[in-house]
């Protein structure tokens, strides 16, 4: 394996390892330290009123987000945006008790790529679950399905550097089965 071959095997794997971080993290939030932690808006208005006003940030997860939408029960439920600091991301789509459920698009803070990295697609408490796409700044892409936050099932990963197209079966963010494609699917 020459250099640069083996670069771009290294860039791969920390392209994956940096999604299962991040989906890990997003995870890790459970409704629990939501709904202990919903205290105060960003504005300063009081808990009382988080049923109510679905036009103002509230801090969440002690501390480690903020949330904006339907409420029910004191956490986030429905239509939202939740903002998560780690990673500088944001999650617009539906929520159940303070977790993304149902169809989703998560995007990320944009540094050093040539356009926004994010996922669409479908969540199940908060981790990329069934159909789904996720976009890297670089302009690299896997379309297809998820469980668990990892390539699983049939999918299509497209390499631009490559300008080729994996088509196959993945199980656990692992190639299965399945064949290059010259271009884009």
Same mark, same amino acid.
């Given at each position: ?65 903020? *949330?904006? /939408? #339907?409420? %029910?029960?004191?956490?986030?439920? &429905?239509? !939202?945006?939740? @903002?998560?600091?780690?990673? $500088?991301? +944001? ?27 994010? *996922?669409? /697609? #479908?969540? %199940?408490?908060?981790?990329?679950? &069934?159909? !789904?796409?996720? @976009?890297?700044?670089?302009? $690299?892409? +896997? ?30 963010? #692992? ?11």
């Amino acid at each position: 394996m020459n250099i640069t071959n083996m670069n771009y095997c290294e860039m791969e794997e920390k392209k994956r390892e940096e999604r299962r971080k991040i989906a890990s993290s997003n995870a890790s939030s459970n409704a629990s330290s939501v709904a202990s932690s919903v205290a105060s808006s960003d504005a300063g208005i009081e808990e009382e009123s988080l049923e109510n006003d679905s036009n103002t940030w509230y801090t969440t997860e002690e501390g480690k987000g903020r *949330y904006m /939408g #339907e409420w %029910k029960n004191g956490l986030p439920n &429905g239509k !939202g945006i939740q @903002h998560i600091y780690k990673d $500088d991301s +944001y999650i617009d789509g539906n929520f159940i008790d303070g977790l993304a459920e149902g169809h989703c698009k998560q995007t990320f803070e944009q540094t050093w790529e040539m356009m926004e990295p994010y *996922y669409e /697609g #479908e969540f %199940k408490r908060n981790e990329y679950h &069934g159909e !789904g796409e996720y @976009h890297y700044g670089n302009g $690299d892409y +896997y379309k297809g399905q998820w469980k668990d936050s990892k390539y699983h099932g049939n999918g299509a990963e497209y390499s631009k550097r490559k300008n080729k197209t994996w088509v196959g079966e993945y199980e656990n963010d #692992e190639k299965v089965e399945g064949n290059w494609v010259k271009g884009e699917i």
